[in-house]
């Protein structure tokens, strides 16, 4: 997908499970992630997608999940999707080459149309063809919200 005309500020994007594990964490390698999700969310309509939030919950601590979802309070606006994501896209994705949760992800943001994922570590997607979306890293995402 060639999303790169679209306003990231108009669009909704998506964050990989990761972008928030590194925002938490503040991790050094990645300190876009922390910017993005606590300082520039609210520049941001953000759309959590289920699998996203199994994960999130399946990995943090309560207390983690609380400042995730206390940030995502403040963005300009946030919708979370609570569809499983269509079974024959998931088996179509995972045929392509993409691994189980990741197919899940693929269909549950093409059903919900959403242009953009934002991840540090989802590279291989560029592996499957075809994507729905354009997959940026923190640091690009930033770069795109001050652009536009």
Request: with cysteine; proline share 4%.
């Given at each position: 997908m060639?999303?790169?005309?679209?306003?990231?500020?108009?669009?909704?994007?998506?964050?990989?499970?990761?972008?928030?594990?590194?925002?938490?964490?503040?991790?050094?390698?990645?300190?876009?992630?922390?910017?993005l999700?606590?300082?520039?969310?609210?520049?941001?309509?953000?759309?959590?997608?289920?699998?996203?939030?199994?994960?999130?919950?399946?990995?943090?601590?309560?207390?983690?999940?609380?400042?995730?979802?206390?940030?995502?309070?403040?963005?300009?606006?946030?919708?979370?999707?609570?569809?499983?994501?269509?079974?024959?896209?998931?088996?179509?994705?995972?045929?392509?080459?993409?691994?189980?949760?990741?197919?899940?992800?693929?269909a549950?943001?093409?059903?919900?149309?959403?242009?953009?994922?934002?991840?540090?570590?989802?590279?291989?997607?560029?592996?499957?063809?075809?994507?729905?979306?354009?997959?940026?890293?923190?640091?690009?995402?930033?770069?795109?919200?001050?652009?536009?």
């Open positions: 060639n999303s790169s005309r679209l306003d990231i500020r108009e669009e909704f994007i998506a964050l990989d499970t990761n972008e928030f594990h590194f925002a938490l964490r503040r991790d050094d390698r990645y300190p876009a992630c922390a910017k999700l606590f300082e520039r969310a609210l520049d941001l309509r953000l759309h959590v997608p289920l699998q996203v939030l199994k994960e999130l919950h399946r990995r943090l601590r309560q207390g983690d999940v609380r400042k995730i979802f206390d940030a995502l309070e403040s963005a300009r606006e946030c919708r979370f999707d609570y569809s499983p994501g269509d079974a024959e896209r998931v088996k179509y994705r995972e045929q392509q080459g993409a691994r189980k949760g990741d197919a899940v992800i693929i549950q943001m093409q059903a919900a149309a959403v242009p953009f994922l934002v991840s540090e570590n989802r590279h291989f997607l560029s592996e499957v063809p075809n994507l729905p979306f354009e997959v940026l890293t923190a640091e690009e995402a930033l770069l795109r919200l001050d652009s536009n």
